[in-house]
Nanobody
Framework: VQLQASGGGLVQAGGYLRLSCAASGHTMNSYVMAWFRQAPGKEREFVATITRSGGSTYYADSVKGRFTISRDNAKNTVHLQMNSLKPEDTAVYYC?????????????????WGQGTQVTVSS
């Protein structure tokens, strides 16, 4: 499966962005999906994950209550709605796919990655 992330940009603190990840080459409903992010000088960290059906989600504590992951399997797309953005949310955001089941929050479990989209939050 090939993944293409989009929707990043520059936003002021308190603002919002909606990231999208389009899958091609295989139907998305065969994959657990997730978003990760990597800030300059830091390791890649987990943000959110969603099960194959979209029935369950799991978030990092740092984004819980502000970010929402969702998916539209008919359109082979997963989204990350990011509200109340903070400067510490600044990072390159990556979508990832895994052919397993459940909620997977370790990056080593994901074999397929998009190219990343830059999110910059100014104070």
């Amino acid at each position: 499966v090939q993944l293409q992330a989009s929707g990043g940009g520059l936003v002021q603190a308190g603002g919002y962005l909606r990231l999208s990840c389009a899958a091609s080459g295989h139907t998305m409903n065969s994959y657990v999906m997730a978003w990760f992010r990597q800030a300059p000088g830091k390791e890649r960290e987990f943000v959110a994950t969603i099960t194959r059906s979209g029935g369950s989600t799991y978030y990092a504590d740092s984004v819980k209550g502000r970010f929402t992951i969702s998916r539209d399997n008919a359109k082979n797309t997963v989204h990350l709605q990011m509200n109340s953005l903070k400067p510490e949310d600044t990072a390159v955001y990556y979508c990832a796919a895994n052919q397993g089941y459940g909620l997977l929050y370790s990056s080593v479990l994901y074999a397929y990655w998009g190219q990343g989209t830059q999110v910059t939050v100014s104070s």
